[in-house]
């Protein structure tokens, strides 16, 4: 696993006590991975924080891949 994700994982962690930070670092996040890591982010994500923000995983992860 590579450290950017590592640390998107720690990131997202520690701010989603709140929905628009999650959303905005979820989004850097995404920007910033290689394909691979962002569908590891992503089921990371949904298995994590599905029950809470699976709405933002969903959309940030289709605006990302249309973009």
């Known amino acids: 696993m590579s450290k950017m994700l590592d640390l ?9 006590f709140d929905r628009s930070l ?4 979820l989004s850097k996040a995404y920007n910033l991975l290689v394909i691979e890591e962002k569908v590891m982010l992503k089921f990371w994500c949904l298995a994590t924080f599905g029950y809470q923000y699976r709405d933002i995983i969903i959309e940030v992860c289709r ?3 249309r973009s």
């Open 8 to 16: 998107s994982k720690k990131i997202l962690t520690k701010v989603s």
């Open 63 to 65: 605006k990302v891949t």
């Open 22 to 25: 999650f959303q905005k670092e």
